[in-house]
């Protein structure tokens, strides 16, 4: 399963699409896979490979942090690697994979959470068109409706 934008490929992560270049980005990948064992139905729900076109190399990862919830809701996570911030890429991605998700039927709202201090991925959510739902002692909670994305 893979979705392809003018800069970028972004694939599925699987078991035989788990080892890309040494990327490692965190511990979330090893706990994904492992999950994905036990159900496989999770494909496209969990981690996805963000691949730049021109280096063919992994530059980061998103996706979800499960299924969407009996209500149609997902929480949208995502990271890349320093080198790669503020080029628009984790933008073009992150709305590449909510739109996917939209398509499916399957969701209706996509949330988000943030650092107060992580302008960089505030400007993404921004972008993609979320609003900020509450505040909390550090984090910024947002969510895009579905009907909000076709307007």
Request: include cysteine; proline fraction near 1%; hydrophobic fraction near 35%.
């Amino acid at each position: 399963m893979h979705l392809e934008t003018n800069r970028l490929y972004i694939i599925a992560c699987t078991k035989e699409h788990a080892c890309h270049d040494g990327y490692d980005n965190g511990p979330h990948i090893l706990y994904y896979l492992q999950q994905l064992e036990v159900d496989e139905t999770l494909v496209g729900w969990g981690i996805w490979f963000v691949v730049e076109k021109e280096s063919n190399r992994i530059i980061g990862d998103i996706g979800f942090k499960g299924k969407p919830d009996a209500n149609k809701i997902v929480e949208v996570g995502y990271g890349f690697l320093e080198e790669y911030w503020n080029r628009g890429y984790a933008t073009e991605a992150v709305t590449t994979l909510v739109d996917w998700a939209f398509q499916t039927s399957e969701v209706d709202r996509v949330i988000a959470e943030t650092l107060h201090d992580n302008i960089g991925s505030i400007r993404v959510l921004e972008k993609l068109g979320m609003k900020r739902t509450s505040l909390t002692d550090t984090m910024i909670n947002w969510e895009l409706n579905n009907k909000s994305a076709q307007c």
